[in-house]
């Protein structure tokens, strides 16, 4: 399938009244988003198994979207010590991210916070070990939703440090300038820690699922689960990764990106790369 969309008549609308010069761009926030990969049932394209969750329809940003965990920056973010970080370093991330070293930080912090929020997976731990069980950490993982506590003070607590070396960034996308809601996203990507297992669903989504992306393809294809152009490529992207290893090694050997879609009227314009990817993985998983 052809990830580019005809955009809904409200955007549409807005696509051409900026296009008219009658509506001024929002500045965008950043934003980071984890793709959580564990193993499939076999080793075969579009085997491996995703995580997703379903956004409560009255969100004011992708309601009722199938998503990664993920959302925006939260200015703690940028107060996590240098004690509390083991991995690549922060400049390190940056001429990889393509943004500042302090960007880096916040962006590479809130991608494990709001991963841990959303989904109850937490790439923290010692610097020799990962965190095997996350099962008493509920009330902790409430308290960081509602921003009672910070996602520094959790690892002081626990002695744990974030495991940035645990995540590779894949490229990035930001919000077409016409939309009313707008965030420079960067996409990262992790493999499902051993001993951890996903909670129920957070105060924004309604609905989780382990899923293979070849289903989760099929799925938006179908029209049976609604996938963003973002979401839907990086679907694309991984599919012929065979474990979770190889979607972290295909995301640090791809040039980076951040991909500003525009529009044509009433259709989305993203890059001819992932419009192509997205025809020849649908060729494959339609069997045509």
């Known amino acids: 399938m052809d990830p580019t969309r005809t955009l809904p008549p409200a955007l549409a609308e807005a696509a051409r009244a900026y296009a008219e010069g009658d509506r001024q761009p929002v500045e965008p926030r950043n934003a980071a988003t ?14 491996l198994e995703v995580y997703l969750l379903r956004r409560h329809v009255g969100m004011a940003f992708a309601a009722g979207m199938s998503v990664f965990p ?3 920056v939260d200015p703690r973010d940028a107060e996590l ?6 991995g690549p370093t922060p400049a390190e991330w940056a001429e990889r991210m393509g943004c500042t070293a302090d960007e880096a930080a916040s962006l590479v912090c809130a991608a494990v916070r709001e991963t841990f929020e959303e989904s109850g ?4 731990g010692t610097t020799t070990s990962v965190v095997a069980d996350t099962t008493g950490l509920e ?11 910070s996602f520094s003070s959790l690892l002081e607590e626990r002695g744990w440090v974030l495991r940035t070396d645990l995540l590779a960034v894949l490229g990035g996308w930001l919000t077409p300038v016409f939309e009313p809601k707008r965030y420079r996203t960067w996409f990262f990507v992790a493999a499902m820690p051993s001993g951890q297992v996903t909670r129920d669903v957070s105060s924004e989504s309604d609905q989780v699922a382990w899923m293979t992306l ?11 689960m609604l996938l963003m152009p973002p979401t839907y ?3 694309c992207e991984f599919f012929s990764a065979l474990t979770p290893a190889d979607a972290l090694a295909h995301a640090t050997a791809l040039p980076w990106e951040m991909v500003e879609p525009t529009a044509d009227g ?22 045509a």
């Not at 009330?139 to 506590?149: K, N």
């Not at 070849?214 to 049976?224: F, L, V, Y």
């Open 34 to 47: 984890v793709v959580l990969l564990r193993p499939g049932a076999s080793l075969a394209p579009g085997e």
């Open 70 to 72: 993920g959302g925006g």
């Open 81 to 86: 010590p240098a004690s509390l970080w083991a």
């Open 121 to 124: 997976v937490l790439l923290a």
């Open 139 to 149: 009330a902790e993982r409430a308290a960081l939703e509602s921003r009672e506590l």
């Open 214 to 224: 070849r289903r989760a393809i099929e799925t938006a294809d179908s029209g049976e």
């Open 233 to 235: 490529a990086t679907c």
């Open 266 to 287: 009433e259709r989305l314009v993203i890059p001819e790369r992932l419009v192509s990817l997205g025809i020849t993985v649908g060729r494959q998983v339609h069997g």
